[in-house]
């Protein structure tokens, strides 16, 4: 149980252009989920946290504009990176907290997006 | 300074070796704290899970947490080659922090044959 899955998990993308990433929780809900990303040899680092149904929290630094995050269902949250340049190649997780039951601040993580952009 | 430090390793050891992971941290507001392994492009997955301090054990793992010291420690008995990753201490439950989970940037583990 508790399994997140992420969509796709590797893209590559002309600079310009603008790439969708789903997070799903395939056996739960999930009201909030949160979207991280990861650099080479460094650690997650928070950019948003999404609440179904209401706008996303961003983190201080991270461009709403720029990531745009919908989490429409107690399922499916999505991060559209718009505009993409080279420097928001990453490595993008989610992760997902259930609605109901498990611990406090307990979060399921997706397998990750690797983001390349040319 | 960060919030939370770990050391990003490498660190080596023949199998079944006893290993050590820490992590310090400067928030004493911090009141659970999560031990996750990653595999190379993937996601992490949770370890442990301990809220204030206190030891806890499962199965090979065990986690200690020192409140008064702000350090948390992560040991693995009879390590195996299968547990080599990157291993990241996680911290949340400050005072208006919500669900929050602060990382440390993960130790690097290779157990070697």
């Known amino acids: 149980g508790a399994v997140v899955s992420q969509h796709p998990s590797w893209v590559i993308c002309k600079s310009g252009t603008s790439v969708k990433i789903e997070c799903r929780s395939l056996d739960f809900q999930a009201t909030t989920m949160f979207w991280y990303r990861q650099f080479p040899k460094q650690s997650l680092m928070l950019m948003a946290t999404s609440n179904e149904g209401s706008k996303a929290t961003y983190e201080q630094g991270v461009e709403k504009d720029k990531f745009l995050i919908n989490h429409a269902s107690l399922t499916l949250s999505t991060l559209t990176v718009t505009s993409a340049h080279p420097e928001d190649s990453s490595f993008y997780i989610c992760s997902a907290r259930p609605s109901t039951g498990g611990a406090y601040n307990e979060q399921f993580f997706g397998p990750g997006t690797r983001l390349t952009v040319l | 300074q960060k919030e939370v430090e770990q050391d990003p390793g490498p660190l080596s050891v023949p199998e079944g070796a006893i290993v050590s992971l820490n992590c310090t941290y400067s928030n004493s507001a911090f009141q659970y704290f999560m031990w996750y392994r990653q595999y190379s492009r993937k996601g992490p997955e949770l370890l442990m899970y301990t809220y204030s301090s206190g030891n806890k054990e499962d199965g090979r793992f065990t986690a200690q947490v020192d409140k008064s010291s702000k350090y948390i420690s992560l040991f693995i008995r009879d390590s195996q080659p299968s547990d080599s990753a990157t291993y990241l201490c996680?911290?949340?439950?400050?005072?208006?922090?919500?669900?929050?989970?602060?990382f440390g940037t993960g130790t690097q583990l290779k157990v070697e044959l």
């Open positions: 996680a911290m949340s439950g400050y005072p208006g922090g919500g669900n929050k989970l602060t």
